[in-house]
């Protein structure tokens, strides 16, 4: 370092001032006291109107704390008085609830009771409507009463027809007069006459048939049948052919025919139709024109019955009249065997009389005898 080098003093700006105002305060001046006194007034001052507005905002938070509280006392008190209404009227809406409950179990039981009344009065009525059908169902025919009327509103007699199956080597022959059949049967064996040197012994039997005693059936009017009636005389293909193309056509109201059949034993025809309810708008219109022996010719259509036996009580009857004669050989022709049979139980000294049939069966043969309207003078249950 060079002798000739100066030095300098360098003195903090700051901290002079700091130490001056030191000074200072260690030794005020007089103005600086009144200063001080001004402000300290001036400070005062704003002290009691803080304090001023302090207590203002006191008095004025006093009194909106006692709005505050008479409105949360009101609104407390209005709350009370709606939960007491809300209560009441919470109850009252209870009680019409089950007011209304009650009324609509009634309502209800009313109800159940109406259908329920409803459905004997359709159940009535189907009943109605299916005695009307069976009624209709039944082909027009003249009916001569012979009878006496029974009790039963349901009941009809109707005159048996039984088949009887006969065994080769017998003959059924029926007498005009019930004493001779009673003659025979207890003289019971008879030699019968086939030449000078033949004879033939046969044995005289009642003939026995199953009739039945009370017959219950449960019949339906079938809903894929008619049964068609008044029917002209013509040849039996040629009008089941007819029929069939006549209610196949929808515009005459029928539909596939699934079967067209001729019942033997009334000559009226049965259709089955494929599909189902087209019989019942047939039925409904009854009389159709059918174009038959080249002219329109008018036919009944009736509901056709499905019947199902649900009842059935059988007895043994006698015929009265008719005899079976058993134990026949097969020794000469048929009709000539016949002849001589018949001619020896019409003879009176053989205990016989007037015959109305004669009928023999051969032995090997395969014969059935139909009786119709068998009277029952003497049965056994």
Not at 10 to 32: A, I, R
Not at 326 to 346: A, C, K, S, W, Y
Request: glycine share 6%; with cysteine; hydrophobic share 35%.
């Amino acid at each position: 370092m060079s002798s000739d080098e100066e030095f300098s003093l360098v003195v903090d700006d700051q901290n002079l001032v700091e130490d001056q105002n030191l000074l200072e305060d260690q030794n005020p001046s007089m103005e600086q006291i009144k200063a001080s006194i001004s402000n300290y007034k001036k400070k005062h001052e704003q002290l009691i109107r803080d304090q001023q507005d302090l207590s203002a905002s006191r008095d004025q938070q006093r009194d909106v704390r006692q709005q505050f509280k008479q409105r949360s006392d009101k609104l407390t008190r209005g709350l009370l008085e709606d939960q007491s209404t809300y209560r009441d009227q919470l109850e009252n809406e209870k009680m019409k609830v089950i007011s209304m409950k009650q009324e609509q179990s009634e309502l209800m039981d009313e109800i159940q009771r109406v259908e329920e009344a409803l459905k004997k009065e359709e159940a009535k009525n189907d009943h109605l409507q299916q005695q009307a059908d069976v009624f209709t169902a039944v082909p027009e025919r003249p009916v001569v009463f012979r009878g006496s009327t029974g009790s039963g509103d349901d009941t009809f007699e109707m005159k048996p027809r039984v088949v009887y199956p006969m065994e080769g080597g017998t003959a059924l022959i029926r007498f005009e007069e019930k004493v001779v059949a009673d003659k025979i049967l207890d003289m019971k064996t008879h030699r019968v006459a086939l030449g000078p040197d033949c004879r033939i012994t046969v044995e005289a039997r009642p003939v026995q048939l199953m009739l039945p005693r009370l017959v219950e059936i449960d019949s339906e009017v079938s809903p894929q049948h008619i049964l068609i009636s008044n029917l002209p005389k013509m040849e039996t293909s040629m009008l089941l052919d007819k029929l069939e193309i006549h209610f196949s056509k929808k515009r005459n109201g029928g539909g596939e025919v699934e079967k067209c059949e001729l019942l033997p034993d009334s000559e009226h025809v049965v259709i089955t139709f494929v599909e189902k309810h087209i019989a019942r708008g047939l039925t409904e219109k009854e009389h159709h024109g059918v174009e038959l022996q080249k002219k329109n010719h008018k036919v009944r259509v009736t509901p056709f019955l499905n019947g199902t036996i649900t009842n059935l009580k059988t007895k043994m009857a006698v015929c009265p009249r008719t005899v079976l004669l058993t134990g026949i050989p097969d020794v000469m022709e048929r009709e000539i065997l016949q002849d001589t049979l018949e001619i020896h139980f019409q003879k009176s000294g053989n205990g016989g009389g007037e015959i109305e049939d004669f009928l023999y069966n051969p032995a090997g043969w395969h014969t059935s005898a139909l009786f119709e309207g068998v009277s029952t003078d003497r049965e056994e249950e």
